[in-house]
């Protein structure tokens, strides 16, 4: 067994890196989502002012970052698989720093729609690679939370944005409120050189002595590192030496993680979460609240998310990722019927409206975070096979940015045109669906590991092709068998 430190001839073997340092980089990449997602609900109240938007271009400006995101995870699918998870980080981190500065000088609103586009670019081909980056480093036994670290650290910038809006509402500075993302988009190019490649990733370029480095350090001394070696070369034994392709997830063995990839991606995102976190500001200053107690109540919003993110996190690993789905989609379902009919009783202006509001979309956010918020890359990760991992987790973000650019850009003409709880009513029929949808295709992954969850989907399609091919070649025999007796018959007349 190759020791840490020690590694082949010519071949430099990983630095020791502290597990907080690792995994906190690994998933910092998911603060710069959180970041712009929060910060543009604070922008908007200016720049809607200050460009004259309508609902319709205040919708163009909001979702033009996941429309960007869905093309930089689309994009990421082989540059994950070609360059690797750490090097794709560096360079989605870049591409956000780029279209971030652009959105800082932007002189007016189709020059900032274009940039804020560019930023989301940067922003898809993270979202697509740290989740695999994370879940391929962790520990079987708490592979959940970390993972869920990612979500964590989008709530983190989520937070962190309305905060920097409430505090600089006084100046209406939007252009700084926008140049803080640049921090840790600076802070990801610098430091990810310093972290490991992914053992997976290395195993599948022949780096072993690389990957049994990066295992030890990554998941402790106590790690039997030949163990883990063998179970993912079972895996890897089992693919061709070309990349997974688009067309491999719809292959009888993989075609069950990618729905499963869609309905958590894809539809959880159309649920209203997204919506929620951009519009919150908006959502209370059409309740008749000024627009710094908006952002104020914003930061009540946020750190309540967190909160609940950090719980769920705890729990992921002991209750199980099947359960906390359903539950959260029946909480989302009654919390949001409750909004639609306290925003149709209670006056707009009033202090209570406002109050009750807030409590209820504090309550709103239980529900999506057990439902979506902080599994949803979870899941995401640990279902796809590794052949197809990164081309999956590419289809899987991309859907997940087009449920997100599809609320964010008609939320606004939605509310305009059928009100905000004619709105809500809307989004709890999708949460109606979406219970039905987790209970009857997303499975139990707790406790597993990445190999056997994929071993085990393999084992089960393949017995379902076999008695498939058994019933077909009893069908056929059977037939051939009274063919045959039918010409003797007629011989013997």
Known sequence: MTELGVGEIGVKAPRRVNKVVLYFFGALAGFLFGYDLGVISGVLLWIKKLWDLDSFARGVVSSCFAAGAMVGAVGATRMIERLGRRRSIMIGAAIFGLGTLGCVLSPAAGVF??????????????????????SELAPTRIRGGLSALN?????????????????????????????????????????????????????????????????RTAQGADVDVDAEVQEIRDVIKRDTEQHGRLRDLLQPWARPALIVALIVGFGEQLSGGNAVNLYAPSIFTNLGIGTSAALLASVCFGTAKLLLCVWVIFAVDRWGRRPLMLVGNLIMVGILAALAIEIMTLHASTTAAGITTLILIIAYMVGYEFASGALVWVIMSEVLPLRVRGVGMGVGAAGLWAGTFTVTLVFPVMDSGLGLSGTMWVFTAVCITLFLLVKRYVPETKGRSLEEIELDTRRRVGLQQTAVVATAAGEEATSDTATKASHENKAIV
């Open 151 to 215: 979500q964590i650290m989008i709530l983190v910038g989520l937070l962190v944005a309305y905060i920097i809006a409430w505090a600089l509402s006084g100046s209406g500075d939007w252009r700084l409120m926008i140049a803080f993302g640049l921090v840790p988009a600076i802070a990801i190019v610098i430091g990810m050189p310093f972290l490991p490649e992914t053992p997976r990733w290395l195993l599948k370029v022949g780096r072993e002595t690389e990957a049994r480095a990066v295992i």
């Open 113 to 134: 729609i274009v940039v804020r586009f560019i930023a989301g670019v940067g922003v898809g081909v993270t979202s697509a690679t740290v989740p695999a980056y994370l």
